[in-house]
C-alpha cells in the first residue's frame, strides 16, 4: 500500500473535511499557469474559491510544487502557480517524471482527477474536458482525460468538451469506455463557450441531488470510474455557436499552418481564440468556470448527505 505522505501534502482544513465526509471540490492549476495571464488568473483563483465556500464546500486547488504532490495551496503556493515561471503542463504520464526530479506543474483535468483521488475528493470543477482531437481518428490525438474518467472514481463538472475537439467522437470514446454522461438540467451536451453541441447526453440530471445519486449508485456498485457532468454556460454569457466554429475553423487553420501539434495545441488554439474574439471568449471562459464551480459545490454538499 502506498504511503500518501511520502508524495503528497494536504493542507490541514482539507484532510480534516474529507475525513469529517464534508463536502470538496477539486479545482486544476492548469487554467491559472496556462490559461489565463497574471494577476488575473490569480484574481479569478480567489473568486472562485469564494463561490465554492459560499456553497457550503471547501475548496482544492490541486497541483505538484518541487515534487511534491498538493491537495490545497498556500497564498504563497498559489502565488507561484499563477506567475507560472518555469511551471509545466502535468498529465498523468509525465506525474513520475515530475515527482522523481522535483519539478514543479500545473495539474490537467486527468492529473487533477488523479490527486483529488488519492486525497479522498470525488467532485471536481473544471472548464471543459480533453478529448479526441479532429482528425484524431487518423492521428490518434485524443486527451488523457478521457482514460482518467474511465479509471478514476471523480464526478467532473465542465461547460462540455472545448469546441476546437471533434465532441461527436469524443462522446462515443466516453460511451465505449463506460463514462455516464449526464446533463445538468439540460439533454444537449453543451459545447464549452456554447450551450448546446447538437450531440445528446444519456441523461438529463434535473437538480445535483439526482447527479449525487448517480454518482453514488456507481461507486456503491464497484462499477469504478468516473461520471461527466455538462453544466452549460449561463445563456447571458454564451457565444453564439456559429461564429464561434467560424473563429475555430480560422484558428486551427492557423494552428495546421504554425505546425503546431500534441499537447501545445490546446493552449495555442484558446490564446489565438481570444485574440479572435476580442476577449470576449475569455470572458465566457471565466464565467463557466464560476458556474460550473457553484454546480460541483451543490453536488459534493448533496452527496456529503448520502
Keep these: 500500500m502506498m504511503d500518501l505522505k511520502q508524495f503528497m501534502d494536504i493542507t490541514p482544513e482539507i484532510a480534516e473535511a474529507v ?11 492548469t487554467i491559472l499557469s496556462h490559461g ?4 488575473e488568473n490569480l484574481k479569478f483563483a480567489g473568486e472562485i474559491e469564494k463561490i465554492i465556500r459560499a456553497e457550503g464546500a471547501v475548496p482544492a486547488t490541486m497541483a505538484v510544487i518541487d515534487g ?5 495551496l498556500t497564498e504563497a503556493e498559489l502565488q507561484r502557480m499563477c506567475e507560472a515561471r518555469g511551471v509545466l503542463k502535468v498529465s498523468r504520464r ?49 486527451s ?6 474511465a479509471h478514476t472514481e471523480v464526478a467532473v463538472v ?3 468538451a472545448k469546441m476546437i475537439l471533434d465532441i461527436g467522437r469524443t462522446l462515443e470514446y466516453l460511451e ?12 444537449d451536451f453543451p459545447a464549452f463557450y456554447c450551450r448546446r453541441s447538437g450531440f445528446g447526453v444519456d441523461f438529463n440530471a434535473k437538480t445535483p441531488l439526482d447527479v449525487a445519486k448517480i454518482a453514488k ?47 501545445d495545441i490546446t493552449p495555442f488554439m484558446l490564446a489565438h481564440i481570444v485574440e479572435e474574439t476580442g476577449g470576449d471568449s475569455l470572458k465566457t471562459n471565466i464565467q463557466l468556470a464560476f458556474n460550473n464551480a457553484r454546480a460541483a459545490s451543490r453536488i459534493a454538499v448533496e452527496l456529503s448527505k448520502l
Design 36 to 39: 489565463m495571464p497574471y494577476p
Design 176 to 187: 465505449t469506455m463506460g463514462v455516464p454522461v449526464l446533463g445538468l438540467g439540460t439533454s
Design 94 to 142: 509525465d506525474l513520475p517524471i515530475v515527482v522523481a526530479e522535483k519539478l514543479t506543474g500545473a495539474t490537467t483535468v486527468a492529473t487533477t482527477m488523479i490527486l483529488a483521488r488519492l486525497a479522498g475528493i470525488h467532485v471536481f470543477a473544471t472548464g471543459g474536458i480533453g478529448g479526441v482531437h479532429r482528425g484524431g481518428e487518423v492521428t490518434m490525438d485524443i
Design 217 to 263: 449508485a456507481k461507486w456503491d456498485m464497484g462499477l469504478g470510474g468516473g461520471l461527466l457532468i455538462g453544466n452549460p454556460v449561463p445563456e447571458e454569457y454564451a457565444m453564439d455557436f456559429d461564429k464561434m466554429s467560424e473563429v475555430i475553423d480560422r484558428v486551427l487553420r492557423m494552428a495546421d499552418e504554425a505546425g503546431v501539434k500534441g499537447k
Design 68 to 72: 511534491r504532490l498538493k491537495a490545497g
Design 19 to 29: 475525513a469529517g465526509g464534508k463536502p470538496v471540490v477539486a479545482l486544476e492549476s
Design 144 to 149: 488523457a482525460d478521457l482514460q482518467e474518467l
Design 158 to 160: 465542465c461547460a462540455g
